[in-house]
């Protein structure tokens, strides 16, 4: 085994992973679980890499042999995904089979599970056989957002590996360093990113992300100076799109700067300093409805997450807006 794997901003995952490898005493069984974004899947395959001595190899090697896993070519290690929206009996019992043929060119036969909170019950029970009597040479991988969905007879027999959100400031550097971006937006970004590097490494590559910043602020102006009737008109446009999360998210910044222009007048405070001047004419606005209103967009955006009806969800967040703007 290698002397380690290096998990950027996840001491625990990190620790663990590593105390193991070095001690060269690894578990039959980890569970990976963490909200998505923060590299679970990813690390997972390395760690397999690692436990099979792969490593310290180059990268350009490593990543190839990543590859190589992920399309299903590998002899000795898989990557499971969910078939349409879950993970079927039928891949299990491939699973199963193949986990007890012996390793062909690596010293562990490694399967990675990913989103196993998708397992149907007969697909975690057909798994909870294998991880009951693993072989010798055998380690599975769960990876999975949603722990309490796990079987708990399944997580009884596995090492927890937690992964956690980032702080801001270590999304903002990361930023700044691998993705050449001003003090500005590395701080936009990374407090829209909600913690999770692999979404804010998808806003730093998206083309589309200064406009989608111009249209929530022209939504705003448009509420601003159109009251309940253009409240009502955004309510029915939001009940379209796909990406309301990320609405709830420019919304949120955009009424903490309210708030921090009300406090300071500093522009560096700001997420979005260039609109100081809009900021200007909510001065008068209530401080306790501003809090309200953010208040309800967080909430709004864990209700969404539990799949309450999008509409009632908005009527109930946006109608906030009128007491602040009219």
């Not at 699973?95 to 490694?110: A, D, G, S, T, Y």
């Amino acid at each position: 085994m290698t002397e380690g794997i290096v998990i950027p901003g996840q001491i625990i995952a990190e620790r663990i992973l590593n105390q193991n490898l070095k001690g060269q005493i690894v578990s039959h069984a980890y569970l990976f679980e963490g909200p998505s974004g923060t590299g679970k899947e990813e690390t997972a395959l390395h760690f397999a890499c690692a436990v099979n001595g792969e490593e310290n190899h180059q990268k350009e090697s490593r990543m190839a042999l990543i590859k190589k896993i992920k399309s299903g070519v590998h002899p000795d290690m898989r990557l499971f995904h969910a078939e349409e929206a879950s993970i079927r009996i039928g891949q299990m019992r491939e699973l199963r089979r193949e986990f007890q043929i012996r390793p062909k060119e690596k010293q562990w036969k490694i399967f990675v599970i990913s989103d196993a909170e998708k397992m149907t019950m007969a697909a975690a029970n057909s798994l909870l056989k294998v991880l009951e009597e693993p072989p010798r040479f055998g380690m599975i991988i769960l990876v999975t957002q949603h722990l309490s969905q796990i079987l708990p007879t399944i997580r009884s027999r596995c090492q927890i590996v937690p992964f956690r959100p980032q702080t801001q400031e270590f999304i903002r550097k990361s930023l700044i360093d691998n993705y050449q971006k001003s003090d500005e937006e590395a701080l936009l970004i990374s407090a829209l990113s909600e913690g999770l590097p692999a979404k804010a490494a998808k806003m730093a590559e998206d083309a589309s992300f200064e406009q989608q910043r111009e249209e929530v602020f022209l939504d705003f102006e448009k509420v601003k100076s159109g009251g309940k009737k253009e409240i009502v008109f955004l309510i029915r446009e939001y009940e379209k799109k796909k990406d309301i999360h990320d609405k709830m998210r420019w919304w949120m910044s955009i009424f903490r700067d309210i708030l921090i222009w009300k406090k300071t007048q500093r522009k560096n405070l700001l997420l979005h300093p260039d609109k100081a001047l809009v900021y200007e004419e909510c001065l008068l606005w209530s401080d306790y409805h501003i809090l309200g209103f953010l208040g309800s967009l967080d909430e709004a955006d864990k209700k969404l997450q539990n799949n309450v009806n999008l509409g009632i969800v908005l009527q109930n967040t946006f109608v906030c807006l009128e007491s602040i703007v009219s």
